[in-house]
């Protein structure tokens, strides 16, 4: 595929966006019909062309004539066909990604099986689609007004009867696979997907009931007055799988933090003299505690509670662990780090890199962070301009996403961090890079940008729209990419650039859209367009950093009208970092791992 | 003959007018479809993506014309050659 067919399906939205989701699906429906039109009118002029080829007689010039203008005019038909069939798939992109921003399941449900009609969506869009299923929905009784809700009755259904817990998770496995395997893929999979994880933390929330909240999580609502249910659910997993990883996988006292090298002579100094490595205790107890009872789902239910039972056990019992809610600060504010005498393997020299002016660079650059190990990588990248004033500093935090499928091991980029993140809950991760960035020094004044890739995305969310941070650091901008950020609304000066491949089943885990966040942007695309394989020849699975990498570089080498927020937004990172031709970029690695001394 | 070729003609005129009809129609279909309240970059893209295409179709008709303008003349010309004949 082109560039071209990348752009088809782009949607940029943001507070400002303004759809009308009805009037785009009238378009969509009236855009069909055309279609059909010019596609007769083009197999007509074809036979008008040959017919006319054949004419005879003394005045065949003019017959002649006549025949190739009709085959130009065949041809420009071809073109308008091909221009058309993208421009009713674009319009049917953007209300599909409008349609989820809404929230409503149910209009959702049946927009995607009338645009991607598949068994999976016709099954989806309603309780009585089975005299419906596998019909071509398009040629189905449509009214004027809302063509693509007269073939299902009762489209409230969803809201009254909300569905089961089994149901909602058996979609969501359905999905799992599709993601995995990436057969039965649609453009949309990831939009589908969050209602039913929404529609799973429903039924764990209708059934829960919290002994204790702890600290109250920054970025996210939980409770009563929540507008989501995944956030609190994710609370209670959290909980659970700390308490379940505190029993296998043994006790865990402390973060180590290992800081930059000194290098050689002529390489960039580390920050300040001392020790290789730093040690941030944790507290023993986990921040949440409820009871689950799911109906049909015992096993379930006992899991979650047996696994948070074992989170709250006192200091002593289990030994200790990892906390996922205590403060890299003192009530003093002092950072409460301690120097660690023992040793710690990794350890990185700071060394000058190229300046990444552009944000693809920046997600390059995830990619050379530890992959699969026992311990886990942050990079800060420290950017030194002269202005007239003399030097001045900016910064990029840069986090690589989950490495580490369980909770309670030694990486900390882990399940417990996935959950804590979602959840807006403090995981070991935030207090890591917390800790990193007062070690490095920066400065209230100084410009900080937070960049991340899956669960680094949603750390990088969490730490820009975190009070302590935002007290601290003037935070100026976030990236994200393929990540589930909904609920953090970080107010900086330039926003957040959340980018969403609508075929990667990750950034849906939040259960909801990215809306009404201020000058944050979502950028939706379909990344199998950018037609990326492997060396293998096969396709790049879709949460692949390298998915997200080449979108944004087609972003940047090709702006469109409609990506001009993204461009927007690019330069004003840019200037908000002070990023110029005499920048020097120096690169500061921090190892991590949880200890259990 | 001169009558077989005239009829074809005008067979082919006909259907050539019923093909432009049917084009017009399109276009102003692509023309007058409603975005709604839409509002954006993505919706100024989407206006101008159909202009382009309202102007592709505009040079197909074009060529249609032309096309019919010497079909015209080609009748004309077989006229003319039946009127001499007889």
Known sequence: MTGDDFDTRIVVSSAKTVA??????????????????????????????????????????????????????????????????????????????????????????????????????????????????????????RGRSRPWRQVWPGSHYREIWPRPFHLSVGYAAIYGTIFGSGVGSDPVDSLALQFHIEDISRSLMRSTHWFEHGSTPSGQMLGPHATSATPEAAAIAGGAFFGWGRLLNGSR?????????????????????????????????????????????????????????????????????????????????????????????????????????????????????????????????????????????????????????????????????????????????????????????????????????????????????????????????????????????????????????????????????????????????DGRSLNLQTVENEEVFAHDMTVYREAMAHFESAPTVATAEISAWMEARERALGLGEGTHTTSYVYTTQRSSW | MLNVQLEEVNELLALLAQTQARISSIETTLVLCSFGLWEGPAAQEAQESRRQMVMYMNHAQEHLATARAHLDDYRSDLHTAALAFF
């Open chain 1, 253 to 525: 006292r402390s973060i180590i933090l290992g800081r930059p090298g000194r290098g050689a002579q002529d390489s960039p100094a580390p920050l300040k003299p001392g020790p290789r490595t730093l040690r941030l205790p944790l507290r023993a107890q986990s921040s949440v505690w409820s009871r689950t009872l799911i109906p049909g789902a015992p096993g379930f239910s006992g899991f979650l509670n047996l696994g948070q039972s074992l989170g709250t056990l006192p200091e002593g019992m289990l030994t200790a662990s990892a906390s996922g809610s205590s403060s890299s600060y003192d009530e003093a504010g002092r950072s409460s780090l301690a120097p660690e005498s023992k040793s710690f393997p990794p350890t990185h020299t700071p060394r000058e890199v190229a300046t990444p002016h552009a944000p693809s660079a920046l997600i390059e650059r995830i990619g050379n962070l530890a992959e699969g190990k026992e311990y886990g990588e942050f990079e800060i990248l420290k950017h030194e301009t002269q202005g007239p004033k003399g030097s001045e500093y900016s910064w990029s935090i840069i986090i690589r996403g989950t490495q580490e499928w369980t909770a309670g091991t030694t990486n900390i980029q882990d399940m417990h961090t996935n959950f804590n993140a979602i959840a807006g809950v403090e995981s070991d991760q935030t207090r890591a890079i917390k800790a990193a960035m007062a070690d490095m020094g920066i400065q209230p004044t100084e410009a900080v940008e937070f960049v991340g890739h899956s669960q680094g995305g949603i750390v990088a969310a969490q730490l820009a729209s975190d009070t302590e941070i935002c007290n601290r650091y003037t935070v100026a901008a976030v990236l994200t990419a393929g990540s589930p950020t909904a609920g953090y609304t970080p107010v900086t000066s330039v926003g957040m650039l959340n980018l969403e491949n609508t075929r990667d089943q990750v950034p849906a885990l939040d259960g909801r859209e990215n809306v009404n966040r201020g000058n944050n942007l979502t950028v939706h695309f």
């Open chain 1, 20 to 141: 009308d989701i009805p009037a785009l699906m009238c378009a969509i429906s009236q855009l069909h019909e055309a279609m059909r039109d010019l596609q007769a009118c083009h197999s007509e002029l074809e036979a008008l062309a040959n017919r006319t080829g054949t004419l005879t007689g003394e005045h065949i010039g003019n017959a002649s004539v006549a025949a190739e203008s009709i085959g130009r005019a065949c041809s420009v038909l071809l073109s308008s066909s091909y221009q058309l069939a993208r421009f009713i798939d674009s319009l049917a992109y953007t209300a599909l990604i409008y349609s989820a921003a809404e929230g409503d399941a149910a209009t959702f449900a049946q927009l995607r099986a009338w645009l991607y009609p598949s068994p999976l969506s016709y099954f989806e869009a309603g309780p009585l689609t089975a005299p419906f299923t596998f019909a071509t929905i398009a040629d189905l009784p």
